[in-house]
């Protein structure tokens, strides 16, 4: 019986070389995982394209449109920004009002979230319950805090004026004078949130070498100093993040607070730009008004945190060596 021998070149006809072929299996696993990414960011991307570029964009339009909803739309250009940056005298009282509202909350918190940091920044027993119950106020819904405080502040029964009045001290109407109304709603917000500034600082305490601070003991720093040229300095990153989210949230101006506490009374002594804007949209159905102080707020916040990492971020402080 004869015995065939393969033609060695028409194996390699049929089959490709050694190389060729893992090169082709690299670039199907580099297809496949191009693929499986493409998979994991569509969800995130298509959010962000319908509800953020477009709901944006439509905003943009609608901005030049007078429209109630219930009556077809006219456009009108540049009418609603013209009326409310030189005509609307309650926008510049809401506009006010949430600068002043930006400062009694972002600087306060901020000192007293670092202060709270360094104090639960020790290794004693039952320290992570102090942590607990400071961070606790920031998951309650503010809904259910502004509706305590609100309790808190009343003239008669309210636990403010009760204790006002042990040390012979009048209670005052805090939600319906002008003058206590906005500070009183900031005073809120700063007890609210102050385990989220604690927790960032906290963050940023726990990262710092310890070994910094027994240089800095072992060449006679106490304390104070041992604050001033090796913690602050090295909590700048953390400043800066906190700094500028928080112009960010409270350049916007307080809602929910406002709506439940003082539905932005006295007057308009505590009138926001959300609190604002909500009115004009779902109370006056000014949509084309509403969408034009959207864009001013939103023109407001972008040229804020621009100045912000212009000025402060060549200063933020990165080395731990």
Same mark, same amino acid.
């Given at each position: 019986m004869s015995t065939s021998v393969a033609d060695p070149s028409a194996r390699s006809w049929h089959q490709p070389p050694e190389g060729q072929r893992k090169r082709s299996r690299l670039s199907k696993n580099k297809t496949r995982e191009a693929l499986a990414g493409y998979l994991f960011v569509a969800p995130g991307?298509?959010?962000?394209?319908?509800?953020?570029?477009y709901l944006l964009a439509m905003a943009l339009v609608m901005s030049t449109w007078v429209w109630d909803l219930l009556t077809p739309h006219q456009f009108r250009g540049l009418y609603n920004y013209k009326t409310l940056l030189f005509e609307d005298k309650v926008f510049r009282t809401a506009f006010k009002n949430t600068l002043i509202y930006a400062a009694m909350t972002i600087v306060p918190g901020m000192a007293l979230g670092l202060i709270f940091a360094l104090a639960v920044n020790q290794k004693i027993k039952g320290i992570a319950v102090f942590r607990a119950a400071y961070f606790?106020?920031?998951?309650?819904?503010?809904?259910?805090?502004?509706?305590?405080?609100? &309790?808190?502040?009343?003239? +008669?029964?309210g636990l403010i004026n009760q204790l006002l009045g042990l040390v012979g001290?009048?209670? *005052? +109407?805090?939600?319906?004078?002008?003058?206590?109304?906005?500070?009183?709603?900031?005073?809120?917000?700063? &007890?609210?949130? *102050?385990? &989220?500034?604690?927790?960032f600082y906290l963050v940023g305490l726990q990262a710092i070498p310890r070994q910094l601070y027994e240089v800095a003991e072992l060449d006679g720093a106490g304390r104070w100093m041992r604050f001033v040229h090796v913690? &602050? =300095?090295? *909590?700048? =990153?953390?400043?800066?993040?906190?700094?500028?989210?928080?112009?960010? +949230?409270?350049l916007q101006g307080a809602f929910d607070q406002v709506y439940v506490m003082t539905q932005g009374g006295p007057g308009y002594s505590s009138y926001t730009n959300s609190f604002y804007l909500y009115k004009q949209a779902f109370t006056y159905f000014h949509y084309?008004?509403?969408?034009?102080?959207?864009?001013v707020i939103l023109t407001v916040i972008a040229i804020a945190t621009f100045l912000q990492f212009k000025f402060l971020a060549k200063r933020i402080n990165y080395d731990f060596g």
């Open positions: 991307l298509l959010h962000f394209l319908v509800f953020t570029v606790l106020p920031v998951v309650v819904p503010t809904l259910a805090v502004a509706i305590v405080f609100r &309790w808190l502040y009343n003239p +008669d029964v001290i009048e209670g *005052l +109407d805090w939600l319906n004078t002008s003058f206590t109304a906005l500070p009183a709603i900031a005073a809120m917000a700063v &007890w609210q949130n *102050l385990g &989220w500034y604690m927790t913690t &602050w =300095p090295l *909590l700048t =990153p953390i400043t800066f993040f906190v700094l500028v989210t928080s112009t960010i +949230d409270n084309g008004y509403a969408a034009a102080y959207g864009w």
